[in-house]
């Protein structure tokens, strides 16, 4: 299962490849569905936090998978990502951090060897926005395609 918060960039990206093949989905949402271009739609099996603050659901969504992946194009991270990670070493969760420095083989192997690792059934994904780092989507389905093609 994918689960994250339904921002646009990352977020949207990881639950939008797992919609389109099938693979079970959710996450939890700032209440009133918030992201940067406006209200998440009713595709996405995303359910609302009481509050409607980013920090919330991201901790939210950490707290409920099994291991979390931040993805981005450039090897440092800020803002919500950042917090992400901080939020993975606090709670005590898994978490791996995969930027655009290999090939997507190269990142899906280290993705696998991840959720093998900790047997990571639901999978956090989270990430810079859409507006912030906009070749994040293709860069994850290029990951996940290899992933999934190759797993064994």
């Known amino acids: 299962m994918i689960v994250s918060g339904g ?9 939008d490849w ?11 949402c700032p209440a009133g569905r918030l992201a940067e271009d406006g ?42 990502s950042l917090a992400t990670m901080k939020l993975v070493s606090q709670l005590g969760k898994p978490g791996i951090h995969l930027f655009k420095s290999q090939t997507p083989s190269e990142n899906a192997t280290q993705l696998c060897r991840f959720i093998r690792k ?3 059934k ?21 990951i996940f395609d290899e992933l999934f093609e190759n797993w064994e």
């Open 18 to 28: 797992a919609i389109a093949r099938h693979i079970l989905h959710g996450g939890w």
């Open 122 to 142: 639901i999978l956090n994904v989270a990430g810079p926005r859409a507006s912030g780092e906009p070749q994040i989507g293709p860069f994850i389905h290029s």
């Open 39 to 80: 209200k998440i739609g009713p595709a996405y099996n995303l359910k609302e936090t009481p509050e409607a603050q980013y920090l919330q659901r991201t901790e939210w969504n950490v707290r409920d998978s099994d291991g979390t992946v931040v993805f981005s194009t450039r090897p440092d991270l800020s803002g919500g």
């Open 118 to 120: 900790h047997e990571v």
């Open 7 to 15: 921002q646009t960039g990352a977020d949207r990206s990881a639950l």
